[in-house]
C-alpha cells in the first residue's frame, strides 16, 4: 500500500500547489531534507514512509507551479486581428453552431505578421463543416472568456490550455491535412461511422447511438437530454469512467460465462473490446483517462487481487495528474476515479447479497456495478449539476440490459453502412427496437413527478462529508468488505457457466422474439393507406411541413432553422424503418426554412427537389446547393402552373413564382417564395411559404383558386402577410401559424392573431409554439386534426 500514500501526497501536493505559491529556494531545500531524513531512518518503515510522502507531497506542488497559466495570444485581446491556425481537435457540432479549437501559427495586425503560438476556442456557423488538421485563417476580435454565473468557465478553458476565445469569426479555409496522420484516419474513420448510424437509424436513436458508440453527443435533441438527466441516466450518454466501469463489469460476466475461466481469454476479451470501444470514442483524453482506468479494475478482476487493484488505480490517477494537473479538476477525471473506486469497493458486496437471493447472475452484476458506480459519483453529480435524481438506480437497471446489444448492433450498422447501406438500414431495425426501449425507459422515468431534485450550489464541505463517511464505513468493516471483493471477483470470473449449455436455444429464440416484435411495431405505426396527410412540424421559428401521400409518398416542405428537430419531428413522423423522401420543397432560401433541410439530404435518400432557384449565395443556402451536386439529386425550378399527381386523387399546384420574378418589392426573397395548393377531393391546403402583401396580391390578380380548408399562414404570422382580402378569397376553416415560442420577432402578430380569431374562432388556429405538431389527416371528405400538444 506504500505505492497508495505516495500517490495520494503526490496528489495532495498538487493541490497544495494550486493554493499556495511555494518559493522554489523554499521548497528544494525541505525536500532534500525530507529525502535525508527517509534514507536515515529507513529500517523504520513508517518514518521512511512518512519522509518520502513528505518528499514527494512538495514535489506535487512544484509540478503545478510550472504549469503554464497562459499564452501569447492574450495580449491580442480586444483586438480585431486576423489568425491562420490548425483545428487541433475533431470540431463538435451542435443544433445551429461549430466549436472547435485552433492552434494558431501566425498573427496579424493591420497588415503586420508575425508568428505565435496558443489555441483559441472558436465558435462558428453550423455549415460548412470542418475537420481535424484543416488549416484555416479567421478574421475577428478575440475575446476574454466569459463567467458563466456559478459555472466558472474561464478557469474551464484554462484547464484545457485556452485562454481566448474567437465568436463567429470569417473563416477562410486553406488547406487540410496539416494534423496527425493516424489521427486524421481516425476522425476520418469515426465520422464516416457516423454517417452511416445518421443513415440508417432515425431519430432520435440516431442521435443516442452515435453517442453511445462514438462519443458524439452534439445531435441528441435538448428535450431528450433533458430526460436522461432528470432520469439519473445521463451518465450513460457520456463516455466516461462511470460509463466504462459499468459496461466493463458486464463484459466481465459475460466474457467468463462464454470462455470460462481456466484461460485468460475472458480478460483478453473484455480488455480488448473496451480499448477497441474507447477507440472508436475518439481517443479523447478523457476517454484515455477512463479506460486506463477501468483496465487497471479489469486486471485487478482477472488477477483476484483487491490491493493490487487499488495500487494500480492510485498510481495510474497520480501519473495522469503528473502529466497534466489541470485534470485533477477536471468534472470527467474525477467521476472516472470516483465510479472505479466505487466498483472495486462496493459491487462485490452487492454481488454477494445478490448470490445470496440467488438471482441470476447477468442481473445480479448490472445491478452491483450499477449501484456501486452511482453511489459513488453521487455528491459529485450533485456538486457539478446541481440536482439529484430519485429514480436514477432503477432507471439506470432498466436502461442499461439494452446497452451492450445498442453498442453492438451500432457497430455493426455502422460499419457494414461503409459499404452496403441497405443491408445496414435493415440490421438498423434491429438497433432500433432496443434504442427506442432505451429512450422510453428515460421517458417514462423523467416523466414522473418529483423524478430529480435540483440542489443548487451545494457545499464543498458537503461532498468531503459524504466521501469521509463512504471512507470510514469502508474502514470499520474493512475485514468483512475484502473478504467480500475477494468472493465478489472469484463469483464474477465464475460468471454464467450454469446457463451456457442453453445458448443454442437462445440464439434461435432472441432472433425470433426480436423478429415478432419488429413486424408488431410495424404494424402499429404503419400509415393507413388511401389517406393524404399534413403534418406542421414544431421546428421552432420556422417552417416545415410534411405530406405523405395515399400512395404511400413523402413530401417535405422546408426544414425549418434546426437540423437537429428537423430530424427529431421526421423520426417522430415517419416509420422507422423509412430512409428516404421523395420530394424535398424548398420555398426560398432564407435560413429557418433553408438549415434543417441540409441535414436532411445528408441523412436521407431525396428522389428530387423543387425550389424557386432564386438567385442567392448566403450560408446555409450554398451549402444545400454543394450538397444536391455532390448526391447527384436532380433538381427542379418551380414555377406557377406546374401541376403535380400524387395518386389517390390528391395533387399539388404550384401558384408561385411567377416565370419572372419580383423585383423590387419590399422582400423579394419572400415574394418569390413557393405557394403550394394541395386537394384531394373536398380537403384542401393552402401554403402560402413567407409571401408578403405583393406577392398575395399578385395571386389575387392571377385568378387562381385560392379558397382552401387549411391556410398555413404566411411569414409565421407576421403583419407583412395574411392582410384582409386574401384571407377573405381563402376562405379557410382552419388556420396554421408554424411559429417558435417567445421568439425575438414577437410573432405571431397580434393584429393578424386576432383577424384569424374573427373569422374562423379561436378554436380553430392553432399555432406550433403552443400546440406543438399539428396533423391533419383526409379521405378527401372527411378532416382529421390531432395537435401534439
Known amino acids: 500500500m506504500a505505492l497508495v500514500y505516495l500517490s495520494i501526497a503526490f496528489v495532495a501536493g498538487i493541490y497544495l500547489g494550486s493554493r499556495l505559491f511555494l518559493p522554489l529556494e523554499v521548497a528544494l531545500p525541505l525536500i532534500f531534507a525530507a529525502f535525508l531524513l527517509a534514507l536515515i531512518l529507513r529500517r523504520k518503515q513508517a518514518f521512511l514512509l512518512c519522509g518520502l510522502c513528505l518528499a514527494i507531497f512538495l514535489c506535487g506542488g512544484l509540478r503545478f507551479q510550472a504549469v503554464p497559466t497562459g499564452d501569447e495570444l492574450q495580449q491580442y485581446r480586444w483586438q480585431t486581428v486576423e489568425v491562420i491556425g490548425v483545428v487541433d481537435e475533431e470540431p463538435e457540432p451542435r443544433d445551429s453552431s461549430t466549436t472547435f479549437h485552433l492552434s494558431a501559427r501566425e498573427i496579424g495586425v493591420e497588415g503586420e505578421w508575425e508568428e505565435v503560438s496558443g489555441v483559441i476556442l472558436v465558435r462558428t456557423a453550423r455549415f460548412p463543416l470542418y475537420h481535424y488538421g484543416d488549416m484555416l485563417r479567421v478574421r475577428g476580435e478575440l475575446e476574454e472568456p466569459p463567467q ?10 484554462a484547464r484545457q490550455g485556452i485562454y481566448t476565445t474567437l465568436y463567429y469569426p470569417d ?7 496539416h494534423g496527425s496522420k493516424p489521427l486524421q484516419w481516425l476522425y476520418s474513420f469515426r465520422e464516416r461511422m457516423s454517417e452511416s448510424l445518421a443513415a440508417s437509424l432515425s431519430e432520435p436513436q440516431g442521435a443516442v447511438a452515435q453517442a453511445l458508440l462514438l462519443g458524439l453527443r452534439g445531435n441528441i435533441p435538448s428535450s431528450l437530454y433533458q430526460d436522461f438527466q432528470r432520469s439519473g441516466t445521463a451518465h450513460i450518454l457520456a463516455i466516461s469512467g462511470l460509463h466504462l466501469a459499468i459496461i466493463a463489469g458486464i463484459l466481465l460476466s459475460i466474457s467468463v460465462s462464454v470462455f470460462g475461466r481456466r484461460r485468460p481469454t475472458y480478460f483478453l476479451v473484455a480488455l ?32 483476484g487481487r483487491q490491493r493490487t487493484m487499488i495500487t494500480a488505480l492510485a498510481f495510474a490517477a497520480a501519473l495522469m495528474v503528473a502529466i497534466s494537473p489541470q485534470i485533477l479538476w477536471s468534472v470527467s477525471f474525477q467521476l472516472s476515479f470516483a465510479a472505479v473506486t466505487g466498483i472495486i469497493f462496493l459491487a462485490p458486496i452487492f454481488q454477494g447479497w445478490g448470490a445470496r437471493a440467488r438471482a441470476p447472475n447477468i442481473l445480479v452484476d448490472s445491478f452491483s456495478f450499477t449501484l456501486a458506480a452511482i453511489l459513488a459519483t453521487l455528491p459529485l453529480v450533485a456538486y457539478y449539476f446541481g440536482y439529484v435524481s430519485l429514480v436514477g438506480l432503477p432507471a439506470t437497471f432498466l436502461a442499461l440490459p439494452a446497452l451492450p446489444a445498442v453498442i453492438v448492433i451500432s457497430a455493426l450498422v455502422g460499419l457494414i453502412g461503409l459499404f452496403a447501406l441497405p443491408l445496414a438500414q435493415v440490421i438498423g431495425w434491429v438497433g432500433w427496437l432496443f434504442l427506442a426501449y432505451m429512450t422510453g425507459i428515460v421517458g417514462l422515468f423523467a416523466a414522473l413527478p418529483y423524478s430529480s431534485v435540483a440542489v443548487g450550489r451545494m457545499e464543498i464541505y458537503l461532498v468531503l462529508a459524504y466521501y469521509i463517511l463512504f471512507g470510514a464505513a469502508l474502514w470499520l468493516g474493512r475485514k468483512e468488505v475484502f473478504l467480500s471483493i475477494g468472493a465478489g471477483f472469484r463469483r464474477a470470473a465464475g460468471g454464467l457457466g450454469s446457463i451456457s449449455h442453453r445458448l443454442s436455444a437462445r440464439w434461435v429464440l432472441f432472433p425470433l422474439l426480436i423478429i415478432a416484435i419488429l413486424v408488431w411495431v410495424a404494424v402499429v405505426v404503419a400509415p393507413s393507406g388511401g389517406r393524404l396527410s399534413v403534418s406542421f412540424l414544431d421546428v421552432g421559428q420556422g417552417d416545415a411541413i410534411l405530406i405523405t401521400t395515399p400512395s404511400g409518398h413523402h413530401i417535405l416542405v422546408d426544414g425549418g432553422p434546426s437540423p437537429e428537430q428537423i430530424m427529431l419531428r421526421l423520426g417522430e413522423e415517419l416509420p422507422y424503418w423509412e430512409r428516404s423522401i421523395d420530394l424535398v420543397v424548398l420555398t426560398h432560401p432564407e435560413a429557418d426554412h433553408v438549415s434543417g433541410l441540409v441535414e436532411v439530404l445528408r441523412r436521407y435518400e431525396v428522389g428530387e427537389v423543387l425550389e424557386p432557384c432564386f438567385p442567392h449565395t448566403a450560408y446555409p443556402y450554398d451549402e444545400w446547393l454543394d450538397i444536391i451536386e455532390e448526391e447527384g439529386i436532380e433538381r427542379t425550378q418551380a414555377q406557377a402552373g406546374q401541376r403535380i399527381e400524387l395518386g389517390g386523387g390528391a395533387t399539388i399546384e404550384v401558384l408561385n413564382p411567377p416565370q419572372e420574378f419580383f423585383e423590387g418589392t419590399d422582400s423579394d426573397i419572400n415574394n418569390n417564395g413557393v405557394v403550394l395548393r394541395l386537394a384531394m377531393g373536398d380537403v384542401s391546403f393552402l401554403l402560402t411559404a413567407d409571401v408578403f402583401g405583393d406577392g398575395e396580391q399578385y395571386l389575387l390578380d392571377q385568378g387562381f383558386e385560392l379558397r382552401s380548408t387549411v391556410l398555413k399562414v404566411g411569414h409565421h404570422g407576421s403583419d407583412t402577410s395574411t392582410g384582409p382580402e386574401f384571407l377573405a378569397a381563402v376562405s379557410p376553416q ?43 389527416t383526409t379521405d378527401g371528405e372527411r378532416l382529421w386534426v390531432e395537435a401534439g400538444r
Open 272 to 303: 480488448s473490446t473496451l480499448w477497441l470501444y474507447a477507440i472508436l470514442a475518439g481517443m479523447s483524453p478523457s476517454v484515455m483517462r477512463a479506460a486506463i482506468m477501468v483496465s487497471v479494475f479489469l486486471l485487478g478482476a482477472y488477477l
Open 171 to 177: 473563416v477562410q479555409f486553406l488547406e487540410g491535412g
Open 734 to 776: 382552419v388556420a396554421v401559424v408554424s411559429v417558435g415560442a417567445d421568439n425575438r420577432f414577437g410573432l405571431p402578430s397580434a393584429e393578424v392573431m386576432d383577424r384569424l380569431k374573427e373569422r374562423l374562432g379561436e378554436e380553430m388556429v392553432y399555432l406550433t409554439s403552443e400546440d406543438g405538431t399539428i396533423s391533419f
Open 148 to 157: 458563466l454565473g456559478d459555472f466558472d468557465y474561464r478557469a474551464h478553458l
